[in-house]
């Protein structure tokens, strides 16, 4: 079997070697790597040209910019020759130089199409932590068709990994909407699974890098992203009339789901209510109501009507929080000592770094729990602050609104604003 790696890049110049160079330490003989760049102004080809010398090296400029996703769809259709393809976006990278054999070793005589891997996150030249906690509730293993469903109930971000797929599969259909091709490849993958043609492979680690340059500063169009709930539709309706899961089992599913899109874009999250859950839970039980995604569009108008100048608020005022993501890698190189705002999960696996790495965690903040340590740490409310000192303050949270509350606390009680860190 041929192996394409298709690396969709635009301005990553700075980043793009480490994803090139864990492509080419690949150890599977037949492979192709193709760079589709989609109009770069950096210095993106010279980068690129340094590895010309190696002929599996294949670099493709578009003439006209085809935007993140139809960058992804033109590589894969027109420029991959291989059976299958693997993904690699231009700021991530493999973790093991066998990470292709071992996939097609695995797939070799069974009839699947797409191949989901363990995942990592990369926190900067630092460290690197597992990415998800499937396997806290799932021993590690290979996962095959019904053991994959049981998963996915617990865990909707494994199709983070989906970035392993027959290229076949993009000729069928498969990526192909007008409204939205995002959308699509959202209700494609979850197909993929109903129908178990999909393997999870925890042999291998896809790496995503989550530095200072995977700030989110993008704008958030809170109507395309409500319209993102046609793509539970087709999956949906499949599960029911195949008699796969239950309606009560897709809530759970979907409900899941939904709440993990709103957590990796904070400004989202931060701004939506219960409403639009109970309207998920209703859209499963009414699922076969021929106009069920204009109700749809209908919720994301009044969505956004309702949300979409908080939203564009709250993105102007966490620009003003900025220098919290930036050179935080130098600071905690420079540490002595820390102090974490936070407790749950983000907090403890903080501890455990600042531990691995012989920086003194003075104590956690957290107002909202009622105990006096954790792992050891003692944890203290907010109004300790003005006592206590440490090089660097860390606040432990993803959400928007946490982060510009915490900020707004440690500046009231008079934290230096260079030794903040998000």
Avoid at 124 to 151: M, W
Avoid at 258 to 278: H, M, P, R
């Amino acid at each position: 079997m041929k192996a394409s790696i298709v690396i969709p890049t635009y301005n990553r110049a700075n980043f793009i070697e480490k994803a090139l160079t864990s492509a080419l330490s690949q150890d599977y003989d037949d492979l192709e790597i193709i760079i589709s760049d989609d109009c770069s102004s950096d210095n993106t080809a010279d980068i690129v040209k340094k590895y010309h010398y190696d002929k599996r090296v294949k670099y493709h400029r578009n003439t006209v910019n085809k935007g993140q996703m139809g960058n992804y769809l033109f590589a894969v259709k027109a420029l991959a020759k291989g059976d299958w393809v693997f993904i690699l976006c231009d700021d991530d990278y493999f973790d093991s130089p066998h990470y292709i054999s071992t996939i097609l070793q695995g797939v070799k005589g069974e009839d699947i199409d797409l191949v989901l891997t363990n995942t990592q996150i990369d926190l900067g030249d630092l460290t690197t932590v597992c990415h998800s906690n499937i396997h806290k509730n799932f021993p590690l293993q290979n996962y095959r068709t019904d053991e994959l469903l049981a998963i996915w109930k617990k865990h909707p971000e494994v199709l983070d990994s989906a970035t392993c797929f027959k290229r076949s599969i993009f000729f069928n259909g498969f990526g192909e909407q007008s409204d939205s091709e995002a959308m699509r490849l959202v209700e494609d993958f979850d197909l993929k699974i109903l129908e178990k043609k999909v393997l999870y492979c925890c042999e291998v680690s896809y790496v995503f890098s989550i530095g200072e340059h995977s700030l989110n500063k993008f704008k958030v169009d809170i109507y395309d992203f409500i319209i993102i709930l046609k793509s539970f539709v087709k999956p949906i309706k499949y599960s029911i009339e195949k008699s796969i899961l239950t309606k009560q089992e897709l809530k759970e599913i979907y409900l899941n789901k939904w709440d993990y899109y709103c957590q990796c874009t904070a400004f989202v999250s931060s701004v939506l209510d219960n409403d639009i859950l109970e309207f998920i839970n209703d859209m499963i039980d009414d699922i076969d109501n021929k106009s069920i995604f204009k109700q749809i569009e209908e919720k994301a108008k009044e969505y956004s009507l309702k949300y979409q100048k908080d939203i564009d608020k709250n993105i102007l005022e966490f620009s003003k929080l900025a220098h919290i993501y930036e050179n935080k890698t130098a600071k905690l190189k420079k540490a002595k000592s820390a102090i974490i705002y936070g407790t749950k999960i983000r907090a403890i696996e903080m501890q455990k770094f600042l531990s691995s790495h012989n920086i003194t965690l003075i104590c956690f903040i957290d107002d909202f729990v009622n105990v006096d340590t954790i792992n050891d740490a003692d944890v203290y409310q907010s109004n300790t602050l003005e006592t206590l000192e440490a090089d660097i303050f860390i606040i432990a949270t993803g959400n928007y609104k946490y982060i510009s509350d915490i900020y707004a606390t440690l500046v009231k009680y008079n934290i230096p604003k260079e030794k903040i860190i998000c």
